[in-house]
C-alpha cells in the first residue's frame, strides 16, 4: 500500500537558517504530493502541492519539487522566521488508495529568534 | 468565509459514556473524512465519506461510527467500545469525484480539531 516516509524531528533552528525537512513516499501509481502545516492547537492547512512529476508547489516562501525518479518531495525554505515554527506533514493521494490521504508522522519545526 | 467548523473544541467522557463530535462544512465538498492523531503517530483515518448516506470504514474504525445525512455533516460518535479515546480529532473535506483534473488532485480541508478526554 501506499506510505510516507518523513525525516524525524525535532529540527531547530535559528531565525532565517535555511529549512529542508526531507520527504520520500511508496505509492500505486502516479499520486499527487502535498505538504500540510499544524500549528499549536489548530487543525491543518495545506502548504503546497504538486500533482505531477517535475512539478513544483510554492507558497509563502516554502517550495517542494516532485522527484519521480527518487520518489521525494523534500521541502524546503530559504530564510525561516520564529512564526514558522509548526509540525509539517508530507501526504500523497492516490487512486490506488482510494483516494485517501496517506500521512507521514510529522516534524516539528522549531525556529529561535 | 467557506469551511470547516468542529465542535467543541475540548470534549471529556467518562467510561462507559458515547459521545458525538460534531463537523460542519459549508464549502459544497462531496467528501468528507475522520482523523485521528496521537503524539509521533501523524494522522490515521477513521471514517470517510464521498456521498450522502454512505461511508467507509478507514485504517482504525473500531469503536466508533458515523453518519451522513446531510451533505455538509459527518457526526463522529466514539463508542464506548474505543478503549483508549483520548486523543486529538481532525474532521476534513474535499471535492469528491468528477472534479476537474480527476479528485487525487484536490487537497483535503481541515477543521480546528477537537481534543478528547477521559474523566
Known amino acids: 500500500g501506499d506510505s510516507v516516509t518523513q525525516m524525524e524531528g525535532p529540527v531547530t533552528l535559528s531565525e532565517e537558517a535555511f529549512l529542508t525537512i526531507n520527504c520520500t513516499y511508496t505509492?500505486?501509481?502516479?499520486?499527487?504530493l502535498f505538504w500540510y502545516v499544524q500549528y499549536p492547537g489548530e487543525g491543518l492547512q495545506l502548504l503546497l502541492k504538486?500533482?505531477?512529476?517535475?512539478d513544483k508547489g510554492s507558497n509563502k516562501g516554502f517550495e517542494a519539487t516532485y522527484r519521480k525518479e527518487t520518489t521525494s518531495f523534500h521541502l524546503e525554505k530559504g530564510s525561516v522566521q520564529v512564526s514558522d515554527s509548526a509540525v509539517y506533514f508530507c501526504?500523497?493521494?492516490?487512486?490506488?488508495?482510494?483516494?485517501?490521504?496517506?500521512f507521514g508522522k510529522g516534524t516539528l519545526l522549531t525556529v529561535n529568534p | 468565509d467557506g469551511g470547516i467548523t468542529q465542535s467543541p473544541k475540548y470534549l471529556f467522557r467518562k467510561e462507559g459514556q458515547n459521545v458525538t463530535l460534531s463537523c460542519e462544512q459549508n464549502l459544497n465538498h462531496d467528501a468528507m473524512y475522520w482523523y485521528r492523531q496521537d503524539p509521533g503517530q501523524g494522522l490515521r483515518l477513521i471514517y470517510y465519506s464521498q456521498i450522502v448516506n454512505d461511508f467507509q470504514k478507514g485504517d482504525i474504525a473500531e469503536g466508533y461510527s458515523v453518519s451522513r445525512e446531510k451533505k455538509e455533516s459527518f457526526p463522529l460518535t466514539v463508542t464506548s467500545a474505543q478503549k483508549n479515546p483520548t486523543a486529538f480529532y481532525l474532521c476534513a473535506s474535499s471535492i469528491g469525484r468528477g472534479s476537474a483534473g480527476g479528485e487525487h488532485n484536490q487537497p483535503q480541508h481541515f477543521g480546528d480539531g477537537t481534543r478528547l478526554s477521559i474523566l
Open positions: 504538486a500533482t505531477k512529476a517535475d
Open positions: 501526504a500523497l493521494r492516490s487512486g490506488g488508495s482510494n483516494y485517501k490521504l496517506t
Open positions: 505509492a500505486t501509481g502516479y499520486p499527487s
